[in-house]
């Protein structure tokens, strides 16, 4: 091959490589234009997801604040039906104790109502009710009583019941006899050296000791409320007179009125022992 020959040859071979880097050229500007196109698609993806992201981020946000704010309500709920609850117990309990006061007011009205005919069975009746009243009456002042019948029907009851009673306590001779003014205590003085009170039932209410000798003097004040007493040796005491009885002296003294008649008697009921703690038959 003469030189003109190769020289054309290798032109000939130069061209055929330039079309083929050509051809590489135009197919990578064609894969480089693709993946433009791609990577413009993909930063369009990723600016809605972002977007999407950012909306539901404040979507999310939005729905924390409301569940928090549903949160707050219910527990201000809760703390309403908390504090209702409590409304509703206490308005229940005063209503109870309002029907059980209306109870024992019928009852001790009852009561005396039954006196006249009946003065031992109205004073079963009057022992009931106040045994009844009692734990409604814990710490409260006498205005605050739910009812007030039991206490007045004791107090009438045991007033106007009659029996002749021993007055039986000192040891040795009575020297001294005296009804108060109100005629409903006693006072005697006994060789014993002592001053005893009663009530008119025979109850025992005090015992004064303190003399020396013999108490042969025995008087009360005009008011009824003091006691003098004069002594053998020359000695002088002054006592103030019990007070006026509570609801626990009232029961106490009534039961000890009833408690033969509750202890012996066969038609008093189980309800009716109760009155005095007696257990039942």
């Not at 055929?16 to 990578?28: I, L, P, Q, W």
């Not at 106040?130 to 029907?153: H, T, V």
């Not at 306590?169 to 009575?174: A, D, K, P, T």
């Amino acid at each position: 091959m003469t030189a003109r020959q190769q020289a054309n040859q290798r032109i000939k071979t130069a061209q055929d490589r330039e079309k083929a880097a050509t051809a590489r050229v135009t197919r990578a500007q064609r894969e480089l234009d693709q993946a433009t196109a791609q990577l413009v698609q993909a930063e369009q993806r990723v600016q809605q997801a972002n977007q999407q992201v950012q909306q539901a981020a404040g979507k999310t946000a939005a729905a924390e604040r409301v569940r928090q704010q549903a949160e707050a309500a219910a527990n201000q709920a809760r703390a309403d039906i908390a504090v209702a609850q409590t409304k509703l117990w206490e308005a229940e309990t005063l209503r109870d104790v309002a029907l059980q006061g209306t109870a024992l007011e019928r009852a001790g009205v009852n009561a005396l109502n039954r006196l006249d005919s009946d003065p031992l069975n109205a004073l079963v009746a009057a022992a009931q009710a106040g045994k009844r009243l009692k734990p409604l009456i814990q710490g409260k002042a006498i205005a605050d009583y739910p009812a007030y019948s039991p206490l007045y029907s004791l107090q009438q009851v045991l007033h106007h019941i009659r029996e002749q009673n021993r007055l039986q306590g000192h040891q040795g001779w009575v020297l001294s006899v005296v009804f108060s003014p109100d005629g409903q205590t006693v006072a005697s003085g006994g060789a014993d050296g002592t001053v005893r009170l009663w009530d008119r039932g025979g109850q025992a209410l005090a015992t004064l000791s303190g003399h020396q000798g013999g108490v042969g003097s025995v008087v009360f004040s005009p008011d009824g409320q003091t006691v003098a007493s004069g002594g053998d040796d020359g000695s002088r005491i002054t006592v103030g007179v019990w007070p006026v009885e509570n609801l626990d002296q009232l029961l106490a003294r009534a039961c000890t009125w009833l408690h033969d008649y509750l202890t012996t008697n066969p038609t008093v009921t189980n309800d009716q022992r109760a009155a005095c703690d007696l257990p039942p038959r």
